[in-house]
């Protein structure tokens, strides 16, 4: 099955940025839609980002659009995010997912149940 590696957490200041990295493995002949979720502590894990198969179509929820920016490098297996202009309220562990179909909603890719992989995530903690 795939395995899915996420890198680049750490202890920022607010404005900071980060770059997150997903490094994928045991892929096949197909690359895989892959999302960005995050968990604060106490909260439910929540969509951050989604890229497609191709990477020419994102989705961001509302709370990153402007400041962060998903892409992926599809030669290297890896799916990146970066993180600009961090803020307090961005503080979680970051999780990748990987789903297995391009053609879904928006409503359904918000979804935790959708992806069938997910990574072991990276806390990203943000000073005020």
């Known amino acids: 099955q795939v395995r899915l590696v996420e890198s680049g957490g750490g202890l920022v200041q607010a404005g900071d940025s980060l770059r997150l990295s997903c490094a994928a493995s045991?892929?096949?002949?197909?690359?895989?839609?892959m999302a960005w979720f995050r968990q604060a502590p106490g909260k439910d894990r929540e969509f951050v980002v989604r890229i497609s198969r191709s990477g020419r179509r994102t989705h961001y929820a509302d709370s990153v659009k402007g400041r962060f920016t998903i892409s992926r490098d599809n030669a290297k297996n890896t799916v990146y995010v970066q993180m600009n202009s961090l803020k307090p309220e961005d503080t979680a562990v970051y999780y990748c997912a990987a789903d297995d179909r391009d053609d879904v909603t928006t409503q359904i890719m918000g979804s935790i149940g959708q992806y069938e992989y997910w990574g072991q995530g990276t806390q990203v903690t943000v000073s005020s």
């Open positions: 045991g892929l096949t002949s197909r690359y895989y839609p």
